[in-house]
């Protein structure tokens, strides 16, 4: 009688466990993250279901398919892609802050890919057509690439982004 009584015990003991572990795990994944925390932590959380809030800065005009949303800091942007619950981002969403539930991903853009849109911006330089200014900025965004990769000591630059499940405006 005492072994089955220590029996249930462990038994019990063991699906509490469970249960706290679980709610752990899930408060984990429904905590609300700014922009720039998510950002912050990027690195350890891909394939991770995360909720993050931002204000949106551009939805996608012609697809509705992605949005933009900044924190605190404007310089910070994720960018948010429809899945699951999202049909699309309408443009009246510009302007609000959302709240997100998805999956956090990561798009790595090796030293190859880099050196080869170099060469094709250097190209699209060289013709003079007027896209000096677009020229300018997308030599900018690699030189700063490279400096990235070099500082955090990576063949390889990150580009990180949100598969949407659900989102909600928040007031």
Known sequence: MQKVVLMAL????????????????????????AVEQLLANAETMVDTEITVQGHVTHT???????????????????RVEAGGQIQGFNRELTGNTIAVKGVLKERRLSEEYIAQWEEKVKLKEAKEDGTAETCAAEMSNISNMRQWMEANNKNYYSIY???????????
């Open 10 to 33: 462990v038994v019990l003991s063991a699906a509490c466990q469970t249960k706290t572990n679980n709610a752990e795990q899930n408060e984990a994944t429904t905590k609300v993250m």
């Open 60 to 78: 996608c005009k012609h697809s509705g398919k992605r949005c933009f949303i900044v924190g605190d800091n404007p310089e910070l942007s994720i």
């Open 161 to 171: 982004y949100v598969n949407g499940v659900s989102y909600e405006v928040v007031d």
